[in-house]
């Protein structure tokens, strides 16, 4: 028979799948994965009841409800003082995941580079070479996760049409700067690219502002912005989310949102609309929830021997395993660590390693993040266990 899709039949099981599996096979407390163990807001879920017997179930228009996009133009301007147009400059797609791949579509044709900035949500690079693309890797540095500017600076070149900014930034936690950003818009302008901003936790930071890309001079017709309702309102199951950009760009993105989706339900469309309304002390109780969770664990983990790296937003936490000991058995790295705790600790956790590319040549291999968007008590056994196992040697 003739061969399927490389770029796909090529790509492993997701180390997502292989350690929920390993968690659920050993009763094992799942930090692992990104989804929060407590639902969101019930007054939204109970909106988005009521919107399936309103009868209005057919086909969504196909850049979103007028009421949801107008929400997103207003939450542009609450949030970070951008003037939009709801009608031209916003789409709705099917989750993120999907306003990523309909962003790399509208821009990206073969041979185009795209720079990543690793370690990278593992989203990015299949979509991109199944676009016939290719991505130039860019590593910033551990423990503080600073940005390597001459490094980034020569993946810049004729052929680069876009950057991919992921911040507030899986795994890492790290909030870009001011003068990161700025450092990162001057590439933009001077090689006549284009960013795509995946800012999916922009309401999830600690003590350290989110800037958008879109927001610096010279980059609002540059800027593809990515918003969740997944993450900003712990639905993640719902997979809404939000395209911000200039009318010519939007316009491309929603062809190509045609072809992938063509609509998101509406039900649920009408339910994060009301979201986006919720007064600023909703968001603002979220991020200091979120805080005073990664304050537990990784006081917890400190407390056990394990080097615990800044965070300053999203749900993940790293922290460095090499100065743990006996624990850490000679030549073992991340992985093989990892899928040890889950069977004897009791523990999943996500190595970070599996955030990087080979082609970008080795990566960390010391390094582990924890989800700390648990409850908890949940975090607190989590540590509990861990300590247990550690203290056996």
Known sequence: MKTLNPQLSSLPTTIFTVMSALASEHEAINLGQGFPDTEGPRHLAEVAAASLLDGRN??????????LREAVARSN??????????????VVTSGATEALAACFAALLQPGDEVVIIEPAYDTYLPIIRLLGAVPRLVRLTPPEWSLPREELAAAFGPKTKAIVLNSPMNPTGKVFTREELDFIAGLVAQHDTYAIC????EHLTFGAPHIPLMTLPNMRDRCFRIGSAGKSFSMTGWKVGYITASAPLASIVAKAHQNLTFATPPNLQRAVAAGLEQDTSYFTTL??????????????LREIGFDVLPCNGTYFLTADISRLGSIVQSGEDDIAWCKRMTQEAGVALIPVSAFYDAAGGPPPRNLVRFAFCKKPDILEQAVTRLSDRIARG
């Not at 609450?78 to 916003?90: G, M, N, S």
């Not at 929830?289 to 006081?299: E, F, H, K, P, W």
Request: charged residues 30%.
């Open 58 to 67: 057919q086909y969504a228009p196909l850049t979103g409800l007028p009421e």
């Open 77 to 90: 301007s609450r949030f970070h003082c951008l003037t939009i147009d709801p009608v031209r400059e916003v």
């Open 198 to 201: 995946d800012e999916v936790y």
């Open 287 to 300: 991020a200091e929830d979120m805080r005073l969770r990664r304050d537990i664990l990784a006081s917890g």
